[in-house]
């Protein structure tokens, strides 16, 4: 572990004359972030191309940028292994379309109906341009528009977890701390176990737990969370009370242990024992030695937490019967539907990805040491 | 507020806290109910003993399911199915995962580049899309599925293999075992493997805790294990209907599958205590 504190803070990096930054840049740029020198490596035998210059002028957006670039790469090469890792497996789809007693004819016929008879090349370049522009292709099942499904089913999804997450984010922050708080009495305790037990519940065990209770027996709450088009705001939010409820419960637990431990984390290095020696409060300790350390942390939970929480939605779809993306790709895997399963893993995937960069990007903002990686 | 660390906990029964004992009864209980499960179970796996959906009674613990099949014997040959699928899951996951980031760790350069950013691109897919979207494609067996979870499961076992590697490969004793002249089978076997064995033991633990919880949400969706077979999480799917009337069979196999989840996770709990304070640590992260 590096020294903490600000040991590796702006300049140590550069102490060595290597590739410390010219005064001029540093007058150049006058705004925040240039008073952190770069750590770009040296370009002084080389002359600069334009990259090198943008990133010691702008180390910052340059660092933003790369990360930017690193996700669409990566999406990019997520859409080839979905769509390549589909045509490498085993397993025929017309044979499956069409079952058992298909005639080599029918087979034949399916094929160059679904298109699958060109090229591969060629059916990925047109899938890829499609997706770019909105177009998923039609159904294998249903010969409907893929997108035109998904784009009313996306809405459902994003609403159940955004109202999830507008619940569960400040609620594990808080009971985190008081977790920290209390460490090692009683509260931390009953917290740990209680998490414990909840990150081992399945997500569709919580979810029929809620059912019977409180949608049969006690009568309060709707079952199945069946949405439509023109419901009012207000009837939408009770019909995915339940459904909402198994999110966060589900996601509490993951959110608050790894808020504990990213503060305890924190909490625990020297220079807090240092503070608290020379008798700083403990107010002080936290608001200006702690906090500060602490946001990059505890953002990238909730950032992994969100991510998490956009595939928990499946299950929980599945289990509410509530129309949304997950149900949608669930369905379609069952009958081998590709173009709808390929879209679906796109999106989800494309989600994913993008939290975890806006992970990354908030800690390095909050953290100026990530910007000098080693 | 002072930190102190613990008193470093020697090896003996005395020593195992009251949560772990109840972990290790819960898991020896499932894994005889896996064993033993033809002499145990009162009646067969697929068989029709009465009407659906009984309450419980004497003759029937548990009450019967869906098709009126009892459901107590189900749930103990559930154990055996689910906890075998999980458990060669596990292993392959982990065979496979050690095996490739210590080779990464010790070899380095672009082996070690090729593989991490192969890892990367995995686990920017989330596994149970990645899962979907595998499943989707191959023919349902058994064997594919372990294979297909083994496989997405290595990827965090890569992650923290590689990691736990590292640290210990810059250490005196590997630039020893390096200047005599060892080679990297030796090197990964005799050096590496001994010195990462504690935490990758916790790790094994809680990857199996997931891959119960994984094969179970997958066969809840249809795509795991296939009936008539009995396992946990396809009871769950088999008996869901009756939840709106009221019957509560669909709990029963959700509640094994949480209460071995949980058993498995107060293990290593204690696991990753008395790893952290063997190491020195504050033991409280």
């Known amino acids: 572990m590096a020294a903490p504190g600000s040991a590796s803070g702006p300049g140590q990096a550069n102490d060595t004359g290597a590739g410390g930054p010219h005064p001029r840049d540093r007058s150049v740029s006058g705004n925040a972030s240039a008073s952190h020198p770069t750590a770009a490596p040296a370009a002084g035998l080389v002359s600069p191309g334009p990259w090198r210059r943008f990133a010691r002028r702008q180390p910052l957006a340059a660092l933003i940028l790369k990360r930017l670039g690193l996700s669409v790469g990566l999406l990019f090469a997520v859409s080839l292994m979905i769509f390549g890792g589909v045509e490498a497996l085993p397993g025929d789809f017309a044979t499956t379309y069409l079952g058992q007693s298909a005639t080599p004819q029918a087979v034949e016929n399916i094929r160059k109906d679904l298109g699958l008879d060109r090229p591969v090349t060629e059916r990925y370049l047109s899938w890829l341009g499609g997706a770019l522009t909105g177009d998923f292709g039609t159904s294998w099942a249903s010969r409907n528009s893929v997108s035109e499904q998904i784009g009313k089913r996306l809405g459902n999804s994003l609403f159940l977890a955004a109202f999830a997450a507008a619940i569960s984010v400040p609620l594990a922050i808080a009971l985190g701390m008081i977790a920290v708080q209390f460490r090692n009495r009683l509260p931390d305790r009953i917290i740990n176990v209680v998490s414990l037990a909840a990150i081992s519940l399945p997500e569709f065990f919580v979810g029929y737990l809620l059912i019977l209770f409180f949608g049969v027996k006690f009568g309060i709450a709707t079952f199945p969370a069946t949405v439509y088009d023109g419901m009012s705001f207000s009837d939408r939010v009770s019909a995915i009370a339940l459904p909402t409820a198994t999110l966060v419960l589900v996601v509490l637990a993951h959110m608050m242990r790894m808020t504990r431990a990213a503060i305890l984390n924190v909490m625990s290095s020297p220079y807090v024992e240092t503070a608290e020696l020379k008798g700083l409060g403990a107010f002080r300790i936290i608001a200006r030695h702690a906090a500060p350390n602490a946001v990059a942390p505890v953002v990238n939970v909730v950032a992994l937490n969100l991510a998490y929480l956009v595939v928990g939605v499946v299950v929980v779809e599945v289990v509410f019967v509530y129309p949304g993306m997950g149900q949608y790709m669930v369905d379609a895997v069952t009958v081998r539907d590709m173009p709808v399963v390929q879209a679906c893993g796109l999106i989800f995937a494309a989600f994913y990805i993008f939290l975890n960069m806006a992970a990354d990007i908030i800690a390095i903002l909050a953290n100026p040491r990530l910007r000098h990686p080693r | ?285």
């Open chain 2, 1 to 285: 507020m002072p930190f102190k660390t613990q008193p470093r906990k020697t090896f003996s029964l005395n020593a195992i806290p009251l949560s772990a004992m109840i972990g290790l009864a819960g898991i020896a209980i499932a894994l005889i109910c896996a064993l033993f499960a033809p002499w145990l179970a009162p009646h067969g796996e697929t068989e029709v003993v009465g009407p659906i959906w009984l309450p419980m009674s004497s003759e029937y613990l548990l009450g019967t399911d869906n098709l009126g099949r009892d459901l107590l014997s189900r749930l103990i040959f559930g154990a055996r199915t689910t906890i075998f699928v999980a458990l060669a899951a596990t292993v392959i996951s982990f065979s496979l995962g050690m095996l490739l980031s210590f080779t990464a760790a010790v070899t380095g350069g672009f082996v070690d580049q090729g593989l991490s950013r192969l890892n990367d691109l995995m686990m920017a897919i989330p596994t149970l899309i990645f899962a979907l979207v595998v499943l989707a494609v191959l023919p349902q067996n058994i064997w594919i599925l372990i294979i297909v979870m083994a496989i997405l499961d290595s990827t965090r076992v890569f992650r923290i293999g590689r990691a736990v590697a590292l640290d210990v490969a810059v250490m005196e004793f590997v630039e020893a075992a390096r200047l005599r002249g060892e080679g990297s089978v030796w090197i990964i076997f005799r050096e590496i493997l001994p010195n990462t064995l504690s935490p990758l033991l916790a790790e094994f633990g809680l990857r199996f805790a997931f891959s119960i919880l994984f094969l179970s949400t997958l066969s809840f969706l249809g795509l795991g294990i296939q009936p008539p077979a009995a396992d946990w999480g396809g009871m769950v799917k088999d008996n869901k209907d009756g939840i709106i009337f009221g019957i509560s069979a669909a709990l029963i196999p959700g509640t094994a599958i949480a209460t071995l989840a949980i058993c498995v996770n107060l293990v290593v709990d204690w696991l990753m205590k008395r790893t952290s304070s063997l190491k020195g640590g504050r033991g409280d992260v």
